[in-house]
């Protein structure tokens, strides 16, 4: 049901901070601690004997495990790979000693998934984890471990929520993870706090949905559009851009800004909006200037960016403030605004939002 919302996809959207709460519900100790079983009884001693993290999705899911490559090595100080599906399970890899095998599926059935699970068992893996948001499904049953988003179930093709509960497991996996290889007390109680005060924070965030509808009205009649975020907001630029093409149907790529200057500036003028996360964080002065580089081209910009950040809006390039976060939680805030502005051009380029053309919820085919 879709209640008051047009769309299954806005409702999904709006449901993110309910979703997040129970997806870290019983997972949290009352000191602001993971529960140490949250991924299972085996887990902890798994974790002892891990060496490598192999992660492996496809579509949106990839992105959240693109994300998560980024705190694996940063909070857990192990190595990570992350690989769509489709790549690994037709190629001769090496499974580096003591892989953790990491699947992330909304549905759990995804086929090209299941392969290289199955393929991965072949060639002998230490262990595998599956994060689903669907408790009956053929990944859960097929995994040694498994985490269960419970984001409900997610009606509009395009993945929104079943996204960003997959990070917030994620994370939780990772600060797991990284408890057994020496992470702090504080430190696994900062993060946590961070992750639940996330429902708050989307609240707000979701406050900006007016504003951004008003800006989408200038996408309506573009064919193409480019996503920069840097760092571990690159994939999330990565899912804004593939958000906006999925639904509404305009060429949108991402690109890690830092990669601009070799090739794809040349495309920049005033017929391609380019839109850009800007966090507060130790690229923010990189990422600035990239975006000059943008601006210098006459690019129009529209960026989202910390509230502490300062960015002057001028003729060209609008500024969106974002509400100040750690670096920790800010791809999963800064996931949000993009989910909206690529629901609102859908909105007004009139396509089928919640069941967009040639694509199906869950790809059970090869
Ligand atoms: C995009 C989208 C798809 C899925 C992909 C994997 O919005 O929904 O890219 O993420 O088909 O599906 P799951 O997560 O069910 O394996």
């Known amino acids: 049901d879709k209640g008051t919302y047009r769309h299954y996809m806005l409702k999904e959207i709006y449901e993110q901070p309910q979703a997040i709460q129970r997806t870290l519900e019983d997972r949290i100790q009352a000191n ?20 490598h993290i192999q992660i492996i999705a496809c579509g949106t899911s990839y992105h959240a495990g693109y994300v998560a490559r980024y705190w694996f090595e940063s909070i857990a100080g192990i190595s990570c790979n992350v690989e769509v599906a489709s ?17 992330i599926s909304q549905s759990g059935e995804t ?6 699970l199955r393929e991965a068992k072949k060639k002998g893996i230490f262990a595998s984890l599956c994060i689903c948001n669907v408790p009956t499904s053929t990944l859960v049953r097929e995994s040694d471990l498994a ?5 409900g179930p997610e009606i509009g093709v395009a993945s929104t929520k079943a996204f960003t509960t997959q990070l917030v497991a994620l994370m939780l996996l990772v600060v797991s993870v990284a408890k057994v290889r020496g992470l ?20 707000s965030v979701l406050a900006m949905d007016k504003a951004i509808e008003r800006i ?3 996408f309506g009649e573009k064919h193409h559009t480019l996503f920069l975020g840097r760092g571990a907001h690159y994939p999330v630029a990565m899912e804004g851009a593939l958000k906006l093409k999925e639904i509404s149907y305009i060429h949108a790529e991402a690109y890690p800004a830092g990669e601009l200057k070799h090739g794809p500036l040349a495309l920049v003028d005033h017929d391609m909006p380019v839109v850009a996360v800007a966090p507060n964080n130790d690229l923010i002065d990189k ?8 601006r210098a081209r006459a690019g129009e910009l529209y960026v989202f960016a910390d509230s502490k950040v300062h960015i002057t809006p001028e003729i060209g390039l609008k500024v969106f403030a974002m509400p100040s976060v ?5 791809p999963i805030v800064y996931t949000v605004p993009l989910q909206l502005l690529s629901y609102h051009v859908a909105v007004i380029r009139g396509t089928d939002v919640d069941q967009p053309r040639n694509l199906a919820k869950s790809v059970t085919v090869e």
């Open 32 to 51: 602001h601690r993971i529960q140490p079983h949250a991924f299972g009884t085996q887990a902890p001693d798994i974790f002892e004997k891990i060496k």
């Open 184 to 203: 702090e007390l504080a430190r696994e109680q900062q993060i946590v706090q961070q992750l639940q005060s996330l429902p708050v924070i989307l609240d």
């Open 287 to 294: 990422l600035k200037s990239n975006l000059q580089e943008v």
């Open 326 to 330: 750690s670096d920790d939680i800010a």
């Open 87 to 103: 790549e690994y399970r037709y190629r001769q890899s090496v499974l580096p000693e003591n892989t953790l095998f990491v699947t």
């Open 111 to 116: 086929a090209d998934t299941l392969a290289a």
């Open 147 to 151: 985490f269960i988003t419970h984001a």
């Open 216 to 218: 989408a009205e200038e």
